[in-house]
């Protein structure tokens, strides 16, 4: 069966602890049963011959074990969390969904026949092969969602070895390739998922330290908002033994301040992609942003500047788009990167790069100088047109706390004048607003783009 090794795992860990929903504690036994039971209804309801399952709902008992069940009956499995269910209808229509098991916030499953046949040419490969699957969507930020399909049995391959056991938090949900990663890791190697309600500053903490969390998965926005909100100052952390961050690129400042205040533990960059899977990494040093990537499966090479990846655990293609891949098999991230020998240091994205007069400007740079700056909370530069120069800098930010209109002048004035001791000419922003609300999205990443104050 798909997940043979994983219930192995299970079975000689019964009495290990699995999962830590709402501050209960279910065992390994209980979800080896509860997959049993699952498996049995999923049978009565005659959920057969692989069919394209949209499984909705956060981390919860039910969630997880109706998740291992699918992909034991070798279902293509379509998960979709809270913040996907705006474009639910949109989802369905791409992946031609055939079910939806919905799990409700206390944990109850509802089932829903829908009215597509399950029927697409990529899905004929994972029957013919009689493989499960995941279809994982792209934000859409820049247009519509791509619906990419892992083969379950090539993104889980990499997980048949033994590691670390370590009781983790699960920060990113199994919509997302980090979220995937994470928890596929954890189960590989018995160990405990910690979930939470909320992922604020103070639930985290609070989880860390009720349940002695060992691993703590974020981004750098979080542990942006974790430092500045103090949260670390009101709770035992001293469980930690790492946090990973990923998914967008580590202003300077940030990891410097985590590594002061945690230094007794590992802080790892990570690095992946929807279309790759989670790559294993090793960061250079605690407080470097350099990083090198790769390992067993997995190759990476970088061409102009721009990082590629060849993976045995890249997905299919996409559902309702061309393949991302070259000719001989390379994904093109879109990730600019310096090389130093084996490690490299993650720059931003291609595509938000400010092209200012035929000078190239790098919005993470600039935020790294501004991020210096002790009474800057989050800041986010992106580019605006022009019709002399093409496009110019410009940055929104937000601050510590909540000065009046004299004092935010002057404060725009500091901004300004540290960028033009800093930086070239060139990017410094022209203009700087400030904002009174977050700069990020709900998964924790930041908006680059221009953002209207709130009302």
């Known amino acids: 069966m798909p997940i043979d090794f994983l219930l192995e795992r299970f079975a000689d860990n019964l009495e290990r602890d699995a999962l830590v929903w709402r501050d209960r504690v279910f065992d390994y036994r209980w979800l080896l049963n509860r997959i049993d039971y699952w498996d049995a209804e999923l049978e009565t309801r005659r959920v057969l011959g692989q069919p394209v399952v949209m499984l909705e709902g956060d981390y919860s008992p039910n969630s997880l074990a109706l998740l291992l069940a699918l992909i034991r009956r070798r279902c293509i499995v379509v998960p979709l969390t809270e913040q996907g269910r705006g474009r639910r209808?949109?989802?369905?229509?791409?992946?031609?969904?055939?079910?939806?098991?919905?799990?409700?916030?206390?944990?109850?499953?509802?089932?829903?026949?829908?009215?597509?046949?399950?029927?697409?040419?990529?899905?004929?490969?994972?029957?013919?092969?009689?493989?499960?699957?995941?279809?994982?969507?792209?934000?859409?930020?820049?247009?519509?969602?791509?619906?990419?399909?892992?083969?379950?049995?090539?993104?889980?391959?990499?997980?048949?070895?033994?590691?670390?056991?370590?009781?983790?938090?699960?920060?990113?949900?199994?919509?997302?390739?980090?979220?995937?990663?994470?928890?596929?890791?954890?189960?590989?190697n018995a160990s405990c998922i910690i979930t939470v309600s909320d992922r604020s500053p103070d639930m985290v903490c609070r989880a860390v330290q009720t349940h002695a969390v060992e691993v703590l998965p974020v981004s750098p926005s979080f542990l942006n908002l974790l430092i500045l909100s103090h949260a670390?100052?009101?709770?035992?952390?001293?469980?930690?033994?790492?946090?990973?961050?990923?998914?967008?690129?580590?202003?300077?400042?940030?990891?410097?301040?985590?590594?002061?205040?945690?230094?007794?533990?590992?802080?790892?960059?990570?690095?992946?992609?929807?279309?790759?899977?989670?790559?294993?990494?090793?960061?250079?040093?605690?407080?470097?942003?350099?990083?090198?990537?790769?390992?067993?499966?997995?190759?990476?090479?970088?061409?102009?500047?721009?990082?590629?990846?060849?993976?045995?655990?890249?997905?299919?293609?996409?559902?309702?788009?061309?393949?991302?891949?070259?000719?001989?098999?390379?994904?093109?991230?879109?990730?600019?990167?310096?090389?130093?020998?084996?490690?490299?240091?993650?720059?931003?994205?291609?595509?938000?790069?400010?092209?200012?007069g035929g000078e190239k400007v790098n919005p993470a740079e600039v935020e790294n100088v501004i991020h210096e700056l002790e009474v800057v909370r989050e800041v986010a530069v992106y580019g605006e047109p022009n019709a002399i120069l093409g496009n110019v800098v410009c940055a929104s930010a937000s601050l510590v706390s909540s000065p009046d209109?004299?004092?935010?002048?002057?404060?725009i004035h500091q901004i300004k004048a540290h960028c033009r001791r800093r930086l070239e000419p060139y990017k410094v922003p022209i203009t700087v607003t400030l904002v009174d609300h977050h700069l990020y999205s709900e998964r924790f990443k930041k908006i680059r783009r221009a953002v209207p104050d709130s009302p």
């Open 89 to 188: 209808d949109e989802y369905t229509d791409i992946v031609k969904a055939e079910y939806a098991l919905r799990v409700s916030d206390d944990d109850e499953v509802e089932f829903q026949r829908l009215g597509y046949d399950g029927q697409l040419p990529l899905y004929d490969r994972l029957r013919q092969d009689r493989h499960p699957a995941l279809v994982l969507f792209s934000s859409g930020s820049a247009g519509k969602p791509k619906a990419a399909v892992h083969d379950f049995e090539r993104l889980s391959r990499k997980f048949t070895k033994r590691r670390r056991n370590l009781r983790t938090l699960t920060f990113l949900l199994y919509d997302h390739i980090g979220g995937v990663d994470t928890l596929l890791y954890s189960l590989s």
């Open 232 to 356: 670390y100052e009101r709770y035992d952390l001293s469980s930690l033994k790492v946090i990973t961050y990923g998914a967008e690129v580590m202003p300077q400042s940030t990891l410097r301040r985590c590594h002061e205040l945690f230094p007794h533990v590992e802080l790892l960059q990570k690095f992946g992609t929807t279309e790759v899977g989670a790559l294993r990494s090793e960061s250079k040093a605690p407080d470097s942003t350099w990083v090198k990537l790769g390992g067993d499966g997995c190759q990476v090479r970088v061409i102009n500047g721009v990082l590629q990846i060849k993976a045995e655990s890249a997905i299919l293609g996409y559902l309702n788009a061309p393949s991302p891949f070259t000719d001989d098999g390379w994904f093109v991230t879109g990730d600019l990167v310096e090389v130093d020998g084996d490690f490299m240091r993650i720059l931003g994205r291609e595509t938000d790069v400010i092209n200012v």
């Open 405 to 411: 209109s004299t004092t935010q002048r002057a404060i």
